[in-house]
């Protein structure tokens, strides 16, 4: 969490001696801790703003602070709290803390638990699935936290607790998904969750009430969702929507045994990046209802549509209270893409916040104002915009590449959302090597922090386009086919 903002209001101000005063409202914070080494002092202007008082009476007292060693400046760099304010000596002594503790520990085993479980990944990644910020109107967003602020330097503790409840946020995202992604859903039917990983374990924790109950995921590469299921004790099916008969299989699993949950992206599959069409939907939703299941809907990628409109999700379908939207509310700055939106039926929610809320130390409510304002105002959805203009050119410049160089060795689908190819080479390509091959020749290849690396052969690759250089990306692409040729030549003639 934040620390809490400063409070620049000087109680009882005397007029008649406003400079003395500023000085000892300063020093007194600095000797209670409220104010510590380090810390930027407001702007004097602002700050004799708020207290009502002339720019050259603060300026006057940060210059009398500074002479007397409580404040320090540097060109540029703002007034700020001294490393080492008078009268707070701290000598120097060795640490009081040994490695061993003296009075004995006795040390506890550990609880067993299931080492965490991955499953070999058939594909290398490669880039990055987030698009850069660098476009973000950060000016706007820190006006509107400066206006927040000021709001909450004087609220008492127990409003201050409240705003952790987050309403002004909840109800923006609320309106975003009714006025223009037609959820058509109450307030009391949406839940915000900080943390992707926070979301599955809530929602599956009041999905799955025992073990071994059916769970079928049609994103078995998806280590955090494999994690999070085998910790529940579920019964895992795995299939993949990419599969002619997909929908057939769930059917089959369904009139076999009782299946409590179906995970689906329907918008982009991870990680072969497929869509379900609009009858397959429906089809979907009907079985959900038939056999009394429900479907687990994730939505990473609502902002990255490339057609005239954005995908409709399931939850906007005719449901009957059938589907769990789990959704991320934006890719547009770090804190966005931490939010999780759980929209299902008034039971489910109701069911939901049984559980012991969340911190509140992970919530950032002024962070969470600010972006209400920019949601409330258009910026957000503005800027939204931008980054799906700025995605939409990258992914058409690395389809130019990727067909201009590696045509005749990799086949592949344009993508109509999200900021991932999905590249299969040909059988006889082992893609590791080649990968290795040009690490050795100096090339740095840019693999996904998530990449699994595997000594088997791998003929698929997950390409992110959210942020790249297209001079390197043609580069690298002209060199891998320089040394597939070459690869598969000398096969030739060994033959």
């Known amino acids: 969490m934040n620390k809490t903002p400063f409070n620049w209001i000087i109680p009882k101000l005397d007029k008649r001696q406003p400079r003395l005063q500023a000085e000892n409202f300063i020093v007194t914070h600095i000797k209670c801790r409220n ?17 009502g008082l002339s720019v050259g009476t603060i ?18 760099g703002g007034t700020f709290v ?19 503790f003296p009075a004995g520990l006795e040390i506890r085993k550990k609880h067993s638990q299931p080492p965490p479980h991955y499953i070999p990944q058939p594909f290398v990644a490669i880039g990055t699935y987030a698009p850069l ?7 706007s967003f820190n006006k509107y936290c400066a206006v927040h602020q000021i709001r909450n330097a004087n609220l008492s ?13 909840k109800h923006a995202v609320l309106t975003e998904l009714n006025q223009k992604r037609g959820f058509g859903i109450k307030a009391e039917m949406l839940e915000i969750i900080i943390h992707r990983k926070s979301c599955l374990e809530r929602v599956f924790k009041i999905l799955l009430h025992q073990p071994n109950e059916v769970v079928i995921n049609t994103s078995i590469f998806d280590l955090m969702l494999t994690n999070v299921l085998r910790e529940c004790g579920a019964i895992v099916h795995t299939l993949s929507t990419q599969d002619q008969h997909f929908l057939k299989k769930i059917e089959q699993l369904l009139k076999q045994t009782k299946v409590r949950a179906i995970y689906v992206r329907p918008q982009s599959s991870f990680p072969e990046r497929c869509t379900l069409t609009e009858a397959q939907c429906i089809q979907l939703i009907e079985l959900a209802k038939k ?5 687990l809907e994730e939505d990473e990628d609502h902002e990255f549509y490339y057609g005239s409109s954005c995908y409709k999700p399931l939850a906007c379908y005719d449901h009957d209270g059938h589907v769990i939207y789990l959704g991320r509310l934006s890719m547009a700055t770090l804190y966005t893409h931490s939010v999780r939106i759980i929209a299902a039926s008034l039971q489910f929610i109701t069911a939901l916040r049984t559980l012991p809320a969340q911190s509140i130390e992970q919530r950032e409510v002024i962070t969470e104002n600010a972006l209400a304002d920019m949601m409330m105002n258009g910026e957000l959805a503005a800027y939204q915009k931008t980054l ?14 990727l067909s201009n160089y590696l045509s005749d060795h990799i086949s592949f689908e344009m993508p109509e959302h999200g900021l991932m190819f999905w590249l299969k080479f040909r059988d006889e390509v082992a893609l590791n090597a080649l990968l290795l091959q040009l690490g050795n020749m100096g090339i740095e290849v840019p693999f996904h922090p998530n990449n699994q690396k595997t000594d088997s052969k791998v003929n698929y690759m997950l390409l ?9 990306a043609e580069g690298a692409a002209k060199l891998l086919k320089e040394i597939i040729d070459k690869s598969i030549s000398s096969s030739s003639i060994s033959k």
């Open 388 to 401: 799906r203009l700025n995605a939409k050119k990258n992914r058409d410049n690395l389809q130019w590449v």
């Open 59 to 76: 300026k006057r007292a940060y210059s009398n602070l500074i002479v007397q060693g409580w404040l320090s400046t540097k060109p540029g």
């Open 291 to 295: 056999y009394n299941t429900c479907i």
């Open 133 to 139: 910020q660098i476009l973000f109107p950060q000016d």
């Open 157 to 169: 503790q127990a409003k201050m607790l409240t705003s952790y409840k987050g309403e002004r946020f």
């Open 35 to 51: 104010l510590i080494p380090g810390d930027v002092l407001l702007p004097y202007r602002q700050f004799a703003a708020i207290n």
């Open 464 to 472: 992110g386009f959210g942020h790249y250089q297209v001079e390197e």
């Open 82 to 100: 001294a490393q080492r304010i008078p009268g707070e000596e701290v000598p120097y002594r060795p640490s009081g803390f040994p490695d061993r």
